[in-house]
């Protein structure tokens, strides 16, 4: 019940956010502010754990492939397809889920909390379009940028870990990563980020926006906006791989 | 001016306000007293559209707010200034960007028009100084200040202000309280203040409402407030010695 009730209240907020906004004008600039808040910010913390996730993954595909008839190119093969196919896109967006979720529902929540979100509504601005709106558009727009980065940083950590360690000759790694490339798994891990980074901003920004309380219902906000969207980013992995793949 | 009639707000079980029916008139400061609990704020929230009451109505100067369209609602918004209780400034924006925001929103004014009109309004409030700063960077009385400017910038017809001294030091109470009196004279306002501020009563007190249990308790100037012997008022107003022996003072009783 409790479930169907957050439901129900979330799409009856998806329609106060995508409702009439009062000044267009002033959106743009807001979506930039966001871009950088959102996305540039997060740079640092992408770059990191992609270097050190493609290195991990390398050396595990490498010793776990160690049967002579398996070729080597194999470890860069499929150090590439874990990269683009799932850990860039799903395991970068739980992240974001983490830093930018609990940001989000943090500023919007303390926003409730100091009435400042009341102010908003008294004068006639249309709160949810206004605060929300620019979030969940610089997301979408500024998290494919991430992955795409993601997903070069963490081929790039596999190959700087195998030139550093020859856990696999450099050579096979790149023969490896080569070997019958699909574009449509980018295409495909694009989607999701799209998808991802939607459900990021919208369900964080909904707990946020309901919080009901003082500092302590902000830190409850934030601690389940990140809970929920890293549920729904599980789901709806699952239904767009479904979907796309199948 | 705005009038109240009949209105009725229940949370779940909890009946709220009950049957409210007041008058608000233009040019004075209106204050809405009572205890904590009382139903003050929701009234206020109920008047200026934040809470939906279960029945009656709110006329803006014979406007039925809660059944105008979205449009028509938003007319009547953009008449409305409100002071929050803890100010409500935008974190993020600098005074003059906090005073300039009703503006940008909806003035459809030049760049240099918006910044004259906000710097004007912090000239009112005197605090034009600090139009650099951020809200974190100002004291209490100072913030309130800000969300006084920030609430008349678009010349409202209606001021909302609750619990304007809250947290506030005895002298910065009082000059909060006179310029929201100024204002309210100057541009004939219909001010409602939401206070638990005797002294701001007893001192400003044009047309004050007492709430006592969600109910309509008591209405009165501050004159019929000091000869009142409503024992509910009686005993919020006067709880202290102190006012007990002001009240006396002031009805020249021995």
Same mark, same amino acid.
């Given at each position: 019940m409790n479930i169907l009730f957050h439901i129900g209240r979330y799409f009856e907020f998806l329609g106060q956010v995508f409702g009439?906004?009062?000044?267009?004008?002033?959106y743009g600039r807001r979506v930039l502010e966001e871009v950088d808040q959102l996305g540039v910010k997060s740079l640092g913390i992408v770059a990191l754990l992609s270097v050190f996730m493609g290195a991990v993954i390398t050396i595990q595909t490498a010793s776990n492939i160690d049967a002579a008839w398996i070729p080597r190119y194999v470890v860069g093969f499929t150090a590439r397809q874990s990269v683009i196919l799932e850990f860039s896109p799903t395991i970068i967006s739980l992240i974001l889920a983490g830093k930018v979720g609990s940001n989000i529902a943090a500023e919007v929540g303390t926003m409730r909390v100091k009435e400042q979100i009341d102010a908003l509504d008294i004068m006639g601005v249309n709160s949810a379009s206004y605060l929300i709106l620019p979030k969940i558009i610089a997301a979408m727009l500024i998290n494919p940028f991430l992955i795409v980065i993601s997903m070069f940083l963490s081929i790039f950590g596999g190959w700087t870990v195998s030139t550093l360690t020859?856990?696999?000759?450099p050579n096979d790694y790149i023969q490896g990563l080569q070997w019958?490339?699909?574009?449509f798994t980018v295409t495909y891990a694009l989607i999701k980020t799209v998808v991802f980074a939607f459900v990021i901003t919208s369900v964080a920004a909904y707990h946020g926006y309901h919080t009901k309380g003082g500092a302590l219902e902000v830190g409850r906000s934030s601690t389940t906006a990140v809970v929920f969207s890293s549920v729904v980013i599980l789901i709806a992995n699952y239904l767009l791989t479904q979907v796309l793949l199948i | 001016m705005i009038e109240v009639i009949g209105l009725s707000k229940r949370f779940g079980s909890a009946q709220v306000l009950t049957d409210i029916t007041a008058t608000f008139a233009k040019g004075v400061v209106n204050q809405v007293i009572g205890k904590s609990g009382s139903g003050k704020s929701v009234l206020a929230k109920c008047i200026v559209g934040l809470h939906r009451p279960d029945s009656g109505r709110v006329l803006y100067d014979g406007r039925p707010f809660h059944e105008l369209d979205l449009g028509e609602k938003r007319v009547i918004r953009q008449e409305i200034g409100m002071l929050f209780q803890s100010s409500a400034l935008f974190d993020s924006m600098t005074v003059l960007d906090n005073v300039m925001f009703p503006l940008r929103m909806f003035a459809g004014m030049t760049a240099s028009a918006m910044v004259k009109r906000a710097r004007f309004c912090l000239e009112r409030v005197n605090?034009?100084?600090?139009? &650099? !700063?951020?809200?974190?960077?100002?004291?209490g009385g100072m913030q309130k200040r800000v969300g006084i400017a920030r609430a008349i910038a678009m010349n409202p017809k209606y001021l909302f202000c609750d619990e304007?001294?809250? &947290? !506030?030091?005895p002298q910065t109470s009082i000059l909060i309280d006179e310029l929201i009196k100024e204002i309210t004279e100057e541009y004939g306002t219909t001010t409602i203040v939401i206070t638990h501020d005797m002294n701001s009563v007893i001192e400003t007190g044009q047309n004050i409402l007492f709430l006592h249990t969600g109910r309509c308790w008591w209405t009165g100037d501050r004159k019929a407030l000091l000869a009142s012997e409503n024992e509910e008022l009686k005993a919020f107003v006067f709880a202290s010695e102190l006012m007990r022996q002001a009240r006396r003072g002031l009805l020249g009783e021995a």
């Open positions: 009439r906004p009062e000044r267009t004008s002033l020859g856990v696999v000759a019958d490339f699909d574009p | 605090i034009v100084d600090k139009d &650099g !700063l951020y809200p974190a960077e100002l004291s304007p001294n809250s &947290g !506030l030091d």
